[in-house]
């Protein structure tokens, strides 16, 4: 198996690129956490809407912009701001951040679509067809940001004899590795109830492909019509986009972030020893193989490929893994 081999210096650049974005080591106002008086709650290119964070008064939303030496904002996202004389404002600085999820760019630039986040609900649905090692390549990201992943079944009432059986055999390699998928129809409002519970007090973006049913999740969670819902494009039966910016929503007791459509992501960037630690399972056996360098593949003495010929780790998870780290094979 081949892997893009990159240069100690592009390595360099990326790990750096990805401790600004996910640590903050710096490189903006550290102060300005203290004094953060509105939070971004969508973006609109140059121009972002910021709600007011003052305890005295009424929370509201004020269309602002930035300056243009400030790092760059998403949702999420805590600002210093002032107001200027036509009722807008303007940012200054922005607060310093607990995480930021998003994607890599070409150039292992951390992409970021909201910031300051407790949770993920990674969202499929029986139509489009779920893909696994997308679902696997989200969680790699949500594990190694420490963050806590829900996985999300919904269009449950599009389920038939046909698809039923094998999207509970999917449910049920997440389940045997400690994750709890949530099966709800936003149609029917089936476990939505459920769904609400475990969100509690928490901010959670929703990620997952276009068309899975995130914006109408959404609205079925807010009972009321927040998001425009798209349909799927019949030619290619993939969804539509509807979503175009994250945006943030203040619901019963917890915040709701919808994010855009991703239908892929790229984790070239990511190193394999990450990659290793965003599959749960493979924990145990983590520095017991023969060779410090093992690969997982052929190598004697790798407890990964002992641990799945006796049933402790699913070939599939394995087979998800190496695509991982070799998308084009």
Known sequence: MSKRKLSKQQKSRIEENQRRELKEDGSEDQSAKENCNGRVVSHYGQHLDIETLDPDSPRRIIRCSQRANLPSLVTGDLVVWEEDDSGAGVILARGRRNNAFGRHDSNGVLKPAAANIDRVLVVFASEPIPHL???DRYLVAIENLDLQPLLILNKTDLLGTDNKAEL?????????IGYKPHRVSALSGMGIAELRAELQGLT?????QSGVGKSSLLNYIGGEELM?????????NKGTHTT??????HLANF???DSPGIREFNLDFVSSESVFDGFVEFAPFKGLCKFRDCAHQSEPGCAL????EEGKVRQCRLDSYYRILNPDE
């Open 133 to 135: 090692n997308l679902i």
């Open 168 to 176: 509970d055999n999917i449910l049920s390699i997440y389940e045997e």
């Open 255 to 257: 915040d709701l972030i």
């Open 228 to 236: 425009e819902v798209g349909g799927l494009s019949e030619a290619r």
């Open 244 to 249: 175009t910016t994250s945006k943030l929503f």
């Open 305 to 308: 490929l002992a641990a799945v």
């Open 204 to 208: 959670t973006v929703l990620v997952g």
